[in-house]
């Protein structure tokens, strides 16, 4: 908006000015950020266009515009559906299993790995535990398939020594979701430890050294001087992962699913790949993610102001 006050025009001047001068002397950083800005831009807010999906009896043939508005009817199909209780409680339990076990296992390898004196032996440590994040889903899924066979598996050999043996671990829905968590932990514990080890980084030297020179142990200097350095960065990082709550990786619970175990392995992921994808109900399974986020959205709003509330670290 032109304004006719000569103060604020100055003032739109000097902003305009400043802007410019950055840009001129920070033009490379600004180049480098463009093609991540690109990325979020084309992926992220682009294919909010086609949200609206959820709310029309969408049609390939007529496109989206052309295709009749339905309102809230697939959001009330989902929540009325005989599997949605069922669905929401193996995405929520799943979720929350691997919070409760997953979340706390790289702040305790952290420490550990921050103890380690000897550096080639810290180096090799961080090492073996970041390997298997890089590993890729579709092997991981086949090294548990190899180490649970109910024939050959290594579980099975070493429980035959004990006059046992012959258990299907993948097709017991009690035994899933504990191979789920478990093989989750395996797998990113290790990768998560990065942050909490460059927030360790940042402990002060001097209060390291006061606390030693006082007769601290180990565990005391971890309680007292380690633990509440990180704490902030252990309270942002919970509230991200509640506000995933629903957003449970795809590729590993569907390669791990089968008849046998679906009843307690089939999540909100697997549900809308098996009706939108496979078969094309895209109005239904769009809705359906849009439920998904807006739960998510709500668990993280809860989440920050419970810690606005209780802390002094938040969000925003």
């Known amino acids: 908006m032109i304004t006719d006050n000569p103060m604020q025009r100055i003032r739109h001047k000097t902003t305009l000015d400043r802007l410019k001068k950055y ?47 339905v309102g809230l009817k697939y959001f009330f199909q989902f929540v009325n559906s005989p599997n949605f209780l069922q669905i929401m409680r193996n995405t929520v339990l799943l979720s929350v299993y691997n919070l409760l076990f997953g979340f706390p296992i790289p702040i305790i390898l952290a420490f550990v790995i921050n103890e380690i004196r000897r550096h080639s032996f810290k180096k090799i440590t961080q090492m073996i535990t970041y390997m298997p994040h890089f590993i890729s889903m579709v092997a991981v899924v086949g090294l548990i398939n190899l180490v649970l066979d109910r024939q050959s598996g290594l579980v099975n050999i070493i429980l035959k020594g004990f006059g046992s043996g012959g258990i299907s671990f993948l097709s017991m829905q009690s035994a899933y979701r504990t191979i789920y968590v478990v093989s989750e932990i395996w797998q990113h514990a290790g990768w998560g430890t990065i942050i909490y080890l460059a927030a360790l980084a940042g402990v002060d030297a001097e ?8 007769g601290a142990s180990r565990y005391q200097k971890i309680r007292y001087v380690d633990f509440p350095t990180i704490l902030p960065t252990i309270i942002i990082l919970l509230i991200l992962r509640a506000g995933s709550v629903l957003n449970i990786g795809f ?13 307690v392995s089939e999540i909100i992921a697997t549900y809308t790949y098996r009706l939108g994808i496979l078969n094309g109900q895209f109005s239904y399974t769009t809705a359906i993610g849009m439920f998904n986020n807006l739960v998510n959205a709500t668990v993280l709003l809860f989440v920050n102001g419970l810690a606005r509330k209780f802390g002094e670290t938040s969000l925003w």
């Open 23 to 69: 840009f001129r002397q920070y033009w490379i950083f600004y180049l480098l950020l463009l093609p991540a800005l690109l990325d979020v831009f084309i992926f992220k807010y682009l294919p909010i266009y086609g949200v609206q999906i959820g709310f029309r009896d969408y049609m390939a043939r007529r496109g989206i515009w052309g295709s009749d508005w």
């Open 207 to 214: 209060v390291v050294e006061a606390a030693r020179i006082d």
């Open 251 to 263: 590729e590993k619970v569907f390669l791990l699913q089968n008849d046998l175990n679906r009843d």
